[in-house]
């Protein structure tokens, strides 16, 4: 059975991990939470021979979303995601840019809104939709559990949570997202993450200290 590769092009001084994915035998496949550094991203998915059929955002931070509006023209590919209480952070993606000195960043207008419930196809392999806020109102993350794979953004990191730290953010619901979204899957489920390596849930419900006792 043919499997999805990934390659990782960390972009923006955050040095945010843009993912590739794509079917081993068709070449098809999504870019994710492409940041920016779009040229580099380009380079990457010619250099693999992937045929990029859509962008996915899990949430609207400038180091996801920056370079997403320039990549969608140069590739003529539609948006999909993140859910719709992200719109006020893409709507001002430019003023993020001047805020951290990213100056290529622009607004962006999803194509595809996502929802709790929704799917998404990368390469022909379905992917669920699930609502994770807390880092974001509108963070959204990935999940094929037949593949035992998951694409979780700020969400979830190797040995860490995600940020709440902004007027916004919810460290509150952000916990309860994992314990009731993430949690529930089998441990052999690894993830891609938007910072840093990737991990398996039964890793973190393991040995990431924000989870222990969460689950309980």
């Given at each position: 059975?043919a499997?999805l ?11 945010q991990?843009c993912?590739?994915?794509?079917d081993?035998?068709t070449r098809?496949?999504?870019?994710i ?6 040229g580099r991203?380009r380079?990457a ?5 992937v045929?990029v059929?859509?962008?996915l955002l ?5 180091d ?8 969608r023209e140069a590739l003529?590919?539609?948006?999909e995601?993140?859910?719709e209480?992200d ?14 000195g990213?100056?290529?960043a622009?607004?962006?207008t ?6 709790e419930?929704?799917?998404v196809a ?10 994770c806020?807390g880092?974001?109102?509108?963070h ?14 700020d969400?979830?990191f190797h040995g860490?949570i ?9 460290g ?9 979204k993430?949690?529930v899957?089998?441990?052999?489920v690894?993830?891609?993450?938007g ?8 890793a ?13």
């Amino acid at each position: 059975m043919a499997k999805l590769q990934a390659a990782i092009v960390a972009v923006t001084p955050f040095q945010q991990n843009c993912a590739i994915l794509w079917d081993a035998e068709t070449r098809r496949g999504a870019v994710i939470d492409p940041g920016g550094d779009a040229g580099r991203i380009r380079a990457a998915i010619a250099g693999r021979g992937v045929i990029v059929e859509k962008i996915l955002l899990t949430h609207g931070h400038i180091d996801h979303a920056g370079g997403a509006s320039e990549l969608r023209e140069a590739l003529s590919v539609p948006i999909e995601g993140p859910d719709e209480r992200d719109r006020f952070l893409l709507d001002n993606l430019a003023r993020q840019g001047q805020a951290y000195g990213i100056g290529d960043a622009r607004a962006v207008t999803p194509d595809r809104w996502l929802a709790e419930g929704d799917s998404v196809a990368i390469g022909g392999h379905e992917f669920a939709v699930r609502h994770c806020p807390g880092h974001t109102p509108g963070h959204v993350v990935f999940i094929a559990a037949r593949l035992r794979l998951a694409i979780l953004g700020d969400v979830l990191f190797h040995g860490s949570i995600g940020r709440t730290d902004f007027p916004y953010g919810d460290g509150d619901a952000l916990l309860r997202a994992i314990r009731d979204k993430l949690l529930v899957l089998d441990d052999e489920v690894a993830f891609l993450c938007g910072h840093g390596p990737g991990s398996t849930i039964g890793a973190e419900r393991r040995d990431n200290p924000f989870l222990q006792g969460l689950a309980e």
